[in-house]
């Protein structure tokens, strides 16, 4: 398997939010792979992920849901094997909870409870997909905090 290069810039915008705090480093490199993708049109699997990066990197709630958004309309694009070719650790049910809960997070800062709480419902019933590793552990983490915030049980 060959590594993909957009995968490993994306990777690299991460690791500039992050691990080195450089919030606006991040968020220009993934605004230029995002040109050089073609936008909402390019690779499902790069416009999903690119798209929950750079959801991570705005100041703007507003901004911040409308990147969330297209990694979720971008997801369902996605195949199995397109993310086993890229190298992702991950199949695509694994991929939701992630976009559900910072859905849900958006909608909580913007006062849309009722969306705030769907997405939780949703990323909630597809944690199961996720393993109990470092990763999984960390969206089950931020599903309890999500959960406490809008008043929900924790599951």
């Not at 976009?99 to 597809?126: I, P, T, V």
């Not at 944690?127 to 990763?135: C, S």
């Amino acid at each position: 398997m060959t590594p993909d290069p957009t995968m490993i810039r994306i990777g690299q915008g991460v690791e500039l939010h992050h691990h080195q705090g450089r919030r606006e480093a991040a968020r220009d490199l993934f605004a230029q792979i995002w040109d050089d993708i073609g936008g909402e049109q390019g690779d499902p699997l790069h416009v999903c992920v690119l798209a929950h990066s750079m959801a991570d990197v705005q100041d703007d709630v507003d901004q911040e849901l409308m990147w969330d958004l297209r990694a979720l309309a971008a997801v369902d694009l996605v195949t199995d094997e397109r993310v086993a070719q890229a190298g992702v650790p991950l199949s695509v049910a694994g991929l939701y909870p992630s976009l559900h809960l910072n859905l849900s997070e958006c909608y909580r800062k913007l006062g849309d409870l009722d969306r705030a709480r769907e997405h939780l419902r949703q990323a909630r019933a597809g944690i199961g997909a996720l393993g109990d590793d470092e990763y999984g552990q960390l969206i089950r983490g931020g599903l309890e905090r999500v959960a406490e915030q809008l008043g929900e049980a924790t599951a």
